[in-house]
């Protein structure tokens, strides 16, 4: 049995039986491969979430029974072995069955026949079949071909017409660049682009975010900071190690640059972790000021305790706190205050491809509802004409504007001096919205 696919078996099943998160299942589960190996073990776990109603609705047409209804780790064998008949062309069709037979016997076994009869179908069958009839039913073809849940197309058409909505969920789809800032507290960018292709990276200047609202002073920033990167073992290199640069997306640090964090400023970062904003906003202060970054798990305040460590952040202090409830501690103590709220995250499917099959409407109204609580709450903490910045890695109106718009009619003390939303079908970066709303 080949280890690689039984690796990519191990991290589905992860996400499948046990709802893990896909980076984190398969950051867990690839550590002791080969690149090569690991390479060919990404594109198998992320390419079966990505195409995952897709797959089912095609098996679907070969099963007698339903298939929800069969053994879970059944289900994984086949999306693979689906997967890779369809999508992965430098995998022979036999292989991709004889592989899935064998991890079958291995983890299923007596149903290896079943499996191969199944997965044979598919490959006979494979130009027969279907996808739902787009002229009867737009919303199921749409749901489908992508392999978003329905409700997410449903509000996506509503808010921009079905056109621009295909566009949005084909992006979805699509393989993100990897992006990274360097961390100019430790070294220049002209420094670190010469260390990664000495080390043998392919290294590019990051394309630029694309959104209507952001400053040509904050893109300018951003493009002088960020860097696309290719080749294997990045994350093992000495450079970053050392602390040269974290792993971030343009968007994320356009957000950053937008608010203008300078030396000597009081930052509170009420929802900071993984803490790239923090990490970001330091870098930006030349390691003078004071920053208060906070989250409601303590783990995460352990990680991001390394984090800076690694970067050389010496102004960060990190807070165990619920910004859900209002800190006392808190009130008018800060120049600048981030609130990046808990989202739907449906920005970032191309990173966390199991998004877009669970989250539904219910789910982001209630989000809503948590992020208008968080910045109603963070409102106290900004002083006289600071600044509350309010930020979602979603594309979600319901989210941003929303709760943007609805925070302003309850609160006169601020009005809106910068909004900026960034959309993965016109922008290489990921799905970003942010605003800084400017205290009177």
Known sequence: ???????????????????????????????????????????????????????????????????????????????????????????????????????????????????????????????????????????????????????IVKMWSEMFGEERAERLLAAGNTVPPLTIRTNTLKISTAELTAALRTAGFEVSPAAEPIASGLTQEAAAQVAALMLEVRGSGLLDSELFKEGFFSVQDSASVAAVCTLQAAPGDVLLDLCAAPGGKSMCAAALMKNKGRIISCDVHEHKLHLMEQEAKRLGVEIAELRLNDATSSADGFKGIADKVIADVPCSGLGVVRRRPEIKLHMNKEKIENLAKKQLKILEYAADYVNEKGILFYSTCTISKIENQAVSDMFLQKNKKFFKAVEAQLMPDVSSSDGFYFTAFQRI
């Not at 190996?37 to 339903?66: C, P, S």
């Open 1 to 151: 049995m080949d280890n690689g696919r039984r690796t990519a078996y191990e991290a589905l099943l992860a996400v499948e039986a046990d709802k893990a998160y896909s980076n984190i299942a398969l950051n867990n589960a690839v550590k002791k491969l080969h690149p090569e190996d690991e390479a060919f073990v990404r594109a198998i776990v992320y390419g079966v979430i990505e195409n995952r109603l897709y797959l089912e609705y095609r098996l679907d047409q070969l099963l007698k029974t339903k298939f929800k209804k069969l053994d879970v780790k059944i289900k994984v064998i086949l999306l693979m072995g689906s997967y890779q008949i369809e999508f992965m062309e430098s995998v022979p069709s036999y292989a991709a069955i004889n592989e899935s037979v064998e991890l079958t016997k291995k983890f299923k076994r007596g149903l290896h026949g079943f499996v191969n009869g199944v997965l044979r179908s598919y490959d006979r069958n494979l130009s027969k079949l279907e996808l739902p009839d787009r002229s009867k039913q737009p919303m199921e073809y749409l749901s489908i071909k992508y392999s978003y849940n329905i409700d």
